[in-house]
Structure formats: C-alpha cells, structure tokens
C-alpha cells in the first residue's frame, strides 16, 4: 500500500524526511522545485518499489554513481526498466574505462547510502546524465534515506541539475 505524505513543515516551512531536515529535500526547495515526498515501507526490488509509490516502473528513476577516475564521479539517471549502455555512457563522455564504485565509496562520495541517492543534496555536485526516455514525465527519486522517495517533474529536475540527456540505456535484460 502506497502511502503520500508529508512531515509536519517546520517552522521556515521546510518539509522533511522523518522529522529530520534531508538534504535532498532542502536542495530541493532551495532549488524552488515542486515535489512531493512519497514514503513507504521496506522494498527489495524495483517492482515492488514501484508498487509501493503507486508509479509504473519506469517512473522509479535509478541514481546510479558511476566512477571515472579518483575522486571523479557522476550520476546517471536511468528509467526503472533500463540499465546503463556502458558502451553509450563511455562513447558520450569521451572515456575508455568506467566503474561502479562500491556501497561504502558511494556513501563516500554522495553522503547517501545505496537504495537512497539522489543527485539532490549530495556532498558533492557531480554531473549528471539523465537518459532521454526520462524527458516529459513525472519521476520518483531517492530522497536520502530508505523508504521515501520524492515525485517531481522529469524534466525540471534535468534542468534544475544541469543534466546532460543522452540515449544512455539498454532495456533491462529478461530472465
């Protein structure tokens, strides 16, 4: 069961994550984007994060960090239903070599533990692509901590980050 709800604001009228103020969502009204926080139990997959946000799956936006070198990272914003095309990702960025750091150098790198990243509010503002199958739909997104997540409008989020939109993904491979 999907449950939208909003913590009581606090007295500047910020909304937060369990009554502590997030990250994501002061960059977020910092930034003067509409968005509403979703929050729901546990998930362990994508469908049932999907299921539980009441959003098709493709509406669950994966924050992927993706490493280009030391200290050099950046984040990919892929549809629930498609994976990173590594191929298209290194050919867009001019690069040989990409990785997926581990849980701990993400955390490191974004201050957000895997399951909540999101480019809003990270310890660092490192670029961002966004695939181009995101544009002219409402998305959901970490919102820094398990079992919340944040809607907005796609296509203001790309703006807001700077994103460069690129065709980045391949479809979820099946079975």
Known sequence: MSTVAFSPPLSDGRVTVADVPSPALAALDAAGLPYR?????????????AAARGVAVPDVVKTIVVRRGPDDHLFVLTPGDRVISWPKLRALLGVSRLSMPDAAAARDATGYERGTITPFGATTAWPVVADERLRGR???????????????????????????????TDPEPTG
């Open 37 to 49: 926080v979703i929050r729901h139990g546990p998930v362990r997959s994508l469908a049932e994060a």
């Open 138 to 168: 409402e998305i959901t997104l970490g919102a820094g901590e398990h079992g919340a997540a944040v809607a907005l409008d796609a296509d203001a989020a790309i703006t807001t980050l700077g994103a460069t939109v690129a065709d980045v």
